[in-house]
């Protein structure tokens, strides 16, 4: 008989059993566990790393292995190939700061008060520092954990509200989004071609922070993707040399407008300015994998890539593109909010395509499932992929809400997605999704209550072009009973936090590498 250990993951944490095989038969206590399965190994398993990829203004049809037949995605594309692919994945909003605290928090939003819009370089205030974060789960386990890119999440005074306040122990990266401030010196490779676009003026230049000191101001960015690898390279290096599991966040700036790129990127794709951006985030995540594979960890740890919402129409083809569904930014149509979303874990994830319901709001209970740490002690809107990752089992997740950028206790949910069935209580356009030729997507698309909700089915009609016709069709009566529903039950769940936008704007907060400099905000440079 030959005995080996068995590794079982729960919410109460990682245990060890005695796992007994003999010939072609093997214990009940060890087949019956968590996954129907069992993992043995010849030691004791180790805790597995976690690398969090966050693309920004990403549509859906702008991978390569989401049909663009332009991009230029070699590493995105491997992860697409060897992991689980999925085509129903959701962020939470259509816009950047209130997605990124769902993807952290596993709860929509509202309940944390990042809403309505985004946050900017002198808000008031930010993610709540009671809301619990996925570095903040990990930490307790030991795990090391470190936030590179974008953050835009709140600065707040003294750095209240940085990731290093909120459960990350390195940071590098800017603070908020990388168009708010001057961009005069955002350039391309060569140095003496100016990128497309412009920026927000009247406020400071770019800052590039580490931890809670600003390191360069204004950032160049012609070096910022090369300082980011190696930043990142270097955390998984020391992590494994100390034993260490890790937790890596690499939310990018990329490929939001206005795009830009290094020497390594500029000028190598065939698509622009915003594949050369594109390729530039593909590029840092294949040295990311070259180093997993280097330091013997690719197999132990899972590489979760997606997006915080759809493409910003209105810049055109430097915008992003939504492939076949509907709008793009700033909507609650998919366009808006059905995003790509790649797993990958060599000999744990099988590759596939999934076309099961999910969300960056499950993120967070899947790894803490999978680390074996405990669930926040707050309402959670996620829920756990483990089974739909590792055995490509069906989605605990059977609806989906959609709010929108502005979104008010008054209006509630502008949609719902049960089942293959999407309901529109609201529709509104925006100018962030304008230039296409659907006359539903503009900012001229005013705001519109359906009673009846209009009705769509998106196995039939991703592009949320044809409502059902509820009156020829009376079998659809009981699918908007049940919607109608689900959404009296989760409206009444929903308790909206204290709006952390509606605190207002404080210029004195602005991030100033020479606070005492005048005239400001042009002084702000070191």
Known sequence: MHVTLCF????????????????????????????????????????????????DDLGFGDLGCYGHPTSLTPNLDRLAAGGLRFTDFYCTSPACSPSRASLLT?????????????????SVGGLPLNETTIAEVLKPLGYATAAIGKWHLGLGKNGTFLPTRQGFDHFLGIPYSHDQGPCSNLTCFP?????????????????????????????????????????????????????????????????HYPQYAGEGAAGKSQRGPF???LLELDNTIGNLLTTLEKTGVINNTLIFFSADNGPELMRMSRGGNAGPLKCGKSTTYDGGMREPAIAYWPGTIRPGVTHELASTLDILPTFVR?????????????????????????????????????????????????????????????????????????????????????????????????????????????????????????EASMVFGVSQMLKGQDSSLEPCCNPQCTPKPSCCQC
């Open 191 to 255: 140095p003496d071609v100016k990128c497309f676009g412009v920026c927000d003026v009247g406020c400071v230049t770019v800052p590039l922070m580490y931890n809670e000191v600003i390191k360069q101001q204004p950032v160049n960015f012609l070096d910022l993707e090369e300082a980011y690898s190696d930043f990142a390279t270097n955390f998984i290096f020391t992590s494994v040399k100390k034993k260490q599991p890790f937790f890596l966040y690499y939310p990018s700036h990329h490929t």
């Open 370 to 490: 999978l680390a074996g740490a405990e669930l926040p002690k707050v309402m959670l809107d996620g829920v756990d992929m483990t089974e739909l990752l590792i055995k490509q089992a069906k989605s605990k997740r059977e609806t989906m809400m959609f709010y929108p950028t502005d979104a008010t206790e008054k209006h509630g949910l502008f949609a719902l997605r049960l089942g293959k069935y999407k309901a529109h209580f609201y529709t509104q356009g925006s100018i962030k999704s304008s230039t296409t030729p659907d006359h539903d997507c503009p900012g001229s698309a005013i705001l519109k209550a359906h009673d009846p909700p209009l009705l769509f089915d998106l196995e039939a009609d991703p592009s949320e072009n044809y409502p059902l016709p509820l009156s020829k069709r009376p079998e659809l009566q009981a699918v908007l009973e049940q919607i109608e529903k689900v959404k009296q039950q989760f």
């Open 8 to 55: 079982g993951l729960s919410t109460a944490g990682p245990r060890n059993f005695p796992c007994y095989v003999n010939d072609s038969r093997m214990n009940s206590t060890c087949f019956l566990l968590f996954f129907g399965f069992c993992l043995c190994f010849s030691g004791a398993a180790s805790p597995p790393n976690f690398v969090l990829l966050f693309a």
């Open 275 to 277: 594949g050369d951006a």
């Open 106 to 122: 596993g709860r929509y939003q509202t309940r944390s008060g990042i809403y309505p819009g985004v946050l900017y370089p002198g």
